[in-house]
Nanobody
Framework: QVQLVESGGGLVQPGGSLRLSCAAS????????MSWYRQAPGKERELVAT????????NYADSVKGRFAISRDNAKNTVYLQMNSLKPEDTAVYYC????????????WGQGTQVTVSS
């Protein structure tokens, strides 16, 4: 069974930091590109950050560049999202995503973890 289990969400003040974790099981983790998405109430789900399988290159939404950092530890089957200088507009449910492009696309999602930025 494929599982993406997220942790690290919570309530933080503006300007604060959080580190999200997503632990994967049931997949060959190193074969998957990993991403973080987020969705605020009434808004579309948006891509926040992606890290590739081999080179470890990263991409970020413009709204989080310079503030967020995605990383992965293949030995631990875990992807992280370090979030710094948090703003109220970062408030959302954050989802972990794993994608592998093969004969078919394999696409898995975590359950989401709530991040609330408020004073």
């Amino acid at each position: 069974q494929v599982q993406l289990v997220e942790s690290g969400g919570g309530l933080v003040q503006p300007g604060g930091s959080l580190r999200l974790s997503c632990a994967a099981s049931g997949i060959t983790f190193s074969s998957y590109a990993m991403s973080w998405y987020r969705q605020a109430p009434g808004k579309e789900r948006e891509l926040v950050a992606t890290i590739t399988t081999t080179s470890g290159s990263t991409n970020y939404a413009d709204s989080v560049k310079g503030r967020f950092a995605i990383s992965r530890d293949n030995a631990k089957n875990t992807v992280y999202l370090q979030m710094n200088s948090l703003k109220p507009e970062d408030t959302a449910v954050y989802y972990c995503n794993a994608v592998r492009h093969a004969v078919i696309m394999y696409n898995y999602w975590g359950q989401g973890t709530q991040v609330t930025v408020s004073s």
